[in-house]
């Protein structure tokens, strides 16, 4: 129970000896060319298979599986609800029209400015992992880390050159607008079908993304501020992220103007930063980094949506006792050899070959570093965004 | 969850009747806040060690209260407060023995506990934790567990459980909840809890690499002076989110002086159409964390003065003791 609750912010622990440990984190800090237990680059994720629309009664899904075996299922229902204002701007609206009746009409535009924005809270993230209980840290911290910049991004179609063609108004939030006193209410439901080997982020985000890109709403056929009406033919309805048709050859059919966020992983191991790290690799890491990115609708280039730092569970290991101070090895031949270095990165004395817990935190150039290879034109984030959209949707 | 123990009031706030014909609308428009400080300038902090005798440590932490509520507290001109300042206490108890059906750890097992009291924030939180309130925790637990020197103490544990006696607000309490309805207060909810932590660590006298500090920037968009277009956006040190129209993005750090390093990073926000600081606006985010930091070295000065006071209690004890 303690081991659960201590690895609950991150995966569990694989139980690794310190010499694995060491032997690990030796091979993935080799200056320049990191070697992973895999065998892939450090940007190289791990091949997964992705299918969409597997769940006929959602209004999106997507599976996605990685090769190690862990696999999430993630459906998306939307329900209409009613818009309730809270008491606060209820009255604040009565009071200014009870003023504006008062004083003359003054410009009616201030009272349907509330209108147009949804709120964050109309997106209800739900994630089960089993082995945990749906109040422990992991799954609350984790739709957290998803839900954050899902609402938050609110990229806009800002009415650009090519009209409002694809555009989203207020992102997600204003999508979910129907009309003053109606929205949809998302509830995005993630289920881990595995035991989380590795940290689930990478893998849940991926599959959220996915979902998402599938959703579909029925078609409005009520205007304006009527009781919203449906058309009832599915095939008319509408995606829930728009799409337009695509000018490059290389994806057939539409694509997203606006995409849903992806949540990455990034851990650094000394000078080196690694993408979707496994269990073994998160293990040794120095510092792991969540960070949320999308496209940005207007200039066509990543931004950065969030960033959360994720307590290494390399600060639960047991280190290791280098054999110039071991009791049982004292006086051999082998404790001379061993001799103390400084590492540069981390300023400490270290032996080589003995496992040693990285203390303190992370220099922000590194984050830098870190945040600059997910956003730069050719990185990995395109790259992991441009290969979800070759899964075919719908 | 719900909390069926307990005969909870209920969930939703409630507000003394006003009179709508005893409001004009020019004055709901100018009761906002305003922030009289420099972007740079953080509010007042005091933050004394000590306070709880049966804890091994623990510390108090208050926020200066904002120009427009020691004004409203003069002057009253309405029941509901313009805004709040935080208020937290923290405890730390331990290093103590992990209970017998614990399996072994070599390190010190860090529990962090962050819990608001049913009055703390406008709206009533419950007895049970929820998910923000979890959420804080588990970045606080990330913040600590970086600087605490968790192998000198084997199979121990210590429990930090912070009890927040008035939040931040999210918002104006005047505006609609859509306006910019992300939970801002939490970040400074955060960056109080950081400072408030390290300095009851540092009274119970557990190892540390350094004295860890929270600090919160934003970037912020304000309405100009005449009320009229949004100005251009600004980086503002230490916000009060009820002072500001919307908040396009911000950043808690933890951050260490002495090493210069981070132990805990929480940003949020889409400020890709805002170049602050840089004229390249994919970096406007370092900006953003560069201001978090020089607001965490602020508080470390707070910090490291009341962990002074902390030691010099304890010497003035041990001295008391040999004579």
Redesign the interface.
């Known amino acids: 129970m303690t081991a659960q609750r201590q690895a609950s912010s991150a995966s569990q622990i694989p139980h690794l000896s310190p010499a694995e440990l060491s032997y690990l984190y030796t091979s993935l800090s080799l200056p320049g060319t990191p070697i992973r237990p895999d065998g892939r680059s450090p940007t190289q994720f791990r091949p997964l298979s992705a299918e969409t629309d597997i769940l006929p009664g959602t209004n999106g899904s997507a599976r996605v599986g990685f090769a190690d075996g862990t696999q999430a299922i993630v459906g998306v229902k939307a329900e209409v609800e009613r818009t309730v204002l809270g008491v606060q701007a209820l009255s604040q609206a009565e009071q200014q029209e009870y003023a504006e009746g008062n004083e003359g009409a003054d410009g009616g535009a201030g009272a349907k400015q509330g209108s147009t924005s949804g709120q964050g809270s109309w997106v209800q993230m739900c994630i089960e992992i089993p082995g945990f209980r749906d109040d422990d840290a992991l799954p609350v911290f984790l739709s957290e880390m998803m839900r954050e910049p899902l609402v938050e991004s609110v990229s806009g179609g800002e009415k650009d050159g090519d009209g409002d063609e694809g555009g989203m108004v207020g992102g997600l939030k204003g999508r979910l607008v129907i009309n003053r006193r109606w929205h949809w209410r998302l509830y995005i439901d993630v289920l881990l079908l595995s035991q989380p080997l590795s940290y689930p982020l990478p893998l849940l985000s991926l599959t959220t993304h996915l979902a998402l890109l599938a959703t579909k709403l029925p078609k409005l056929k009520s205007k304006g501020e009527e009781d919203p009406f449906f058309d009832d033919d599915w095939n008319a309805a509408e995606y829930l992220y728009p799409r337009v048709r695509t000018t490059r050859a290389s994806i057939p059919g539409s694509i997203h103007k606006v995409r849903p966020p992806v949540t990455l992983l990034v851990i650094s191991v000394a000078e080196n930063i690694v993408f979707d790290p496994s269990r073994e690799e998160i293990a040794v890491a120095d510092t792991v980094l969540a960070i949320s990115i999308t496209y940005d609708t207007g200039s066509n280039c990543l931004k950065l949506l969030s960033i959360r730092t994720v307590d290494p569970p390399s600060r639960l290991t047991q280190p290791s006792v280098p054999n110039s101070e071991n009791v049982a090895t004292l006086g051999s031949t082998a404790a001379a050899e061993a001799s103390a270095i400084i590492n540069p990165s981390t300023g400490e004395e270290e032996v080589s070959g003995v496992w040693r817990p990285r203390r303190g935190g992370v220099k922000r150039a590194t984050i830098a570093r870190m945040v600059k290879m997910v956003l730069e034109k050719g990185g990995v984030g395109e790259e992991v965004l441009d290969g979800l959209e070759g899964v075919e949707v719908g | 969850?719900t909390d069926r123990r307990r005969i909870n009031g209920p969930s939703?706030?409630?507000?003394p009747p006003?009179f709508?014909?005893s409001?004009?609308?020019t004055t709901?428009a100018t009761e906002r806040p305003q922030r009289q400080r420099q972007p740079n300038e953080l509010r007042k902090i005091f933050l004394k060690t000590g306070l709880i005798p049966s804890a091994s440590g623990s510390s108090y932490l208050e926020f200066e209260h904002s120009a427009s509520l020691s004004a409203a507290r003069a002057l009253p001109k309405s029941l509901i407060p313009p805004s709040s300042s935080l208020k937290l206490a923290c405890t730390v108890h331990g290093p103590k023995p992990?209970p017998r059906?614990?399996?072994f750890?070599?390190?010190l097992?860090l529990?962090t506990h962050v819990k608001y009291a049913p009055f703390a924030a406008r709206k009533r939180k419950g007895h049970i934790r929820d998910?923000?309130e979890?959420?804080l925790?588990?970045h606080l637990?990330?913040a600590l567990?970086?600087?605490i020197?968790?192998?000198r103490w084997p199979k121990s544990g210590l429990d930090i459980t912070i009890t927040i006696l008035e939040a931040e607000d999210d918002r104006w309490?005047?505006?609609?909840?859509?306006?910019h309805?992300?939970a801002w207060g939490m970040m400074n909810v955060l960056a109080g809890c950081i400072t408030a932590a390290s300095a009851a660590i540092a009274d119970a006298r557990i190892d540390c690499?350094?004295l860890v500090a929270g600090g919160v920037a934003a970037v912020v968009v304000d309405e100009s002076v005449d009320g009229g277009e949004p100005s251009t956006p600004r980086l503002m040190l230490d916000t009060d989110p009820a002072e500001h129209r919307s908040l396009l993005s911000a950043c808690v750090v933890?951050?260490?002086p002495a090493?210069?390093?981070?132990?805990?990073?929480?940003?949020?926000?889409?400020n890709?159409?805002a170049s602050v600081g840089t004229d390249d606006k994919?970096l406007s985010?370092?900006t953003l964390?560069?201001g978090a930091?020089d607001a965490a070295r602020g508080a470390h000065s707070v910090l490291a003065e009341a962990v002074r006071e902390s030691a010099e209690r304890l010497a003035g004890l041990e001295t008391g003791y040999s004579t």
């Open positions: 969850m939703g706030g409630t507000r006003v709508a014909s409001i004009k609308s709901t992990l059906s614990a399996t750890s070599p390190n097992v529990t998910a923000s979890r959420d925790g588990v637990e990330t567990r970086g600087v020197v968790a192998e309490w005047g505006d609609a909840p859509d306006s309805d992300a690499l350094d933890a951050y260490m090493r210069d390093e981070i132990t805990e990073l929480w940003l949020k926000g889409d890709s159409k994919s985010y370092e964390i560069d930091v």
